[in-house]
């Protein structure tokens, strides 16, 4: 299974940027998928992520609450992360995870991505 996240780039403050994940690998579901983030000198730390289920559970960190929607597109194994409003201290490498995977010939509890980076600048 691989996860290849796009959509980093340098931003100023108060812009927006959209980032992709998409998992590749005779994939027939993923239980969980989500955003992590690490900036330089910072443990890596929960942005948000998306559990599949009779109801779909979000959860955001509170840092991010109302500015990033996560959302999923189930028939291309893909999660987006919409980043709104974006401030310096959201400057970090963006890393994709999924959970929970089961592809045709195994399951496999956990993939990541190879990140991602995300500048907020002026």
């Known amino acids: 299974v691989q996860l290849v996240e796009s959509g980093g780039g340098l931003v100023q403050p108060g812009e927006s940027l959209r980032l992709s994940c998409a998992a590749s690998?005779?994939?027939?579901?993923?239980?969980?998928m989500g955003w992590y983030r690490q900036a330089p000198g910072e443990q890596r730390e929960l942005v948000a992520t998306?559990?599949?289920?009779?109801?779909?559970?979000?959860t955001y960190a509170d840092s991010v609450k109302g500015r990033f929607t996560i959302s999923r597109e189930y028939a291309k194994n893909t999660v987006y992360l919409q980043m709104n409003s974006l401030k310096p201290e959201d400057t970090a490498v963006y890393s994709c995870n999924a959970e929970g995977i089961i592809t045709k010939t195994a399951n496999i509890n956990e993939a990541w991505g190879q990140g991602t980076q995300v500048t907020v600048s002026s």
């Open positions: 690998g005779s994939i027939e579901s993923i239980l969980l």
């Open positions: 998306l559990t599949s289920g009779p109801k779909t559970k979000y």
